[in-house]
C-alpha cells in the first residue's frame, strides 16, 4: 500500500510541474495574442474586438430576421380569412389596417 501512495504521489508532483509549465506558456500566448490586437489597432485602427463583435451580431440578426418573419407568418398569414380550400381569401380588404403600426415621428421632449 505504500508503494502505490508514493507513486500516486510522485504522479501528482509531475503534474503539478506540467501544469505549472502549461500556465506559462498560456500566459505567454495571451500576451502575444493581446500585444498582436494592440499593434493592428495602433497601425491601421482596425479594433479586432469591435469587428469580432459586429460580425456576431450580424450573423445573429441575420438568423433572427427570418426566424421573425415566419413567426409573423405563421400568426398572421395562417390565421388570416380563408376560403376553406386554398388558404388565403383573395378579396382582401384594403381599407384594414396594417397588423404592424406605422412609425411615428417623434416630438423631442425639450421642443414641448
Known amino acids: 500500500m505504500g508503494e502505490r501512495s508514493n507513486a500516486v504521489v510522485d504522479q501528482l508532483a509531475l503534474m503539478e510541474s506540467r501544469l505549472a509549465k502549461a500556465q506559462v506558456s498560456q500566459k505567454e500566448i495571451d500576451d502575444g495574442i493581446r500585444r498582436n490586437r494592440t499593434t493592428l489597432e495602433t497601425f491601421t485602427g482596425y479594433d479586432l474586438g469591435s469587428a469580432i463583435d459586429s460580425s456576431v451580431k450580424r450573423s445573429f440578426d441575420d438568423q433572427l430576421e427570418p426566424a421573425m418573419e415566419g413567426l409573423i407568418e405563421r400568426k398572421y398569414v395562417t390565421t388570416a380569412l380563408t376560403t376553406g380550400t386554398d388558404g388565403y381569401d383573395p378579396k382582401v380588404d384594403s381599407s384594414a389596417k396594417p397588423f404592424l403600426a406605422e412609425?411615428?415621428?417623434?416630438?423631442?421632449?425639450?421642443?414641448?
Do not use: F, G, M, S
Open 103 to 112: 412609425q411615428q415621428a417623434t416630438t423631442p421632449l425639450n421642443a414641448l
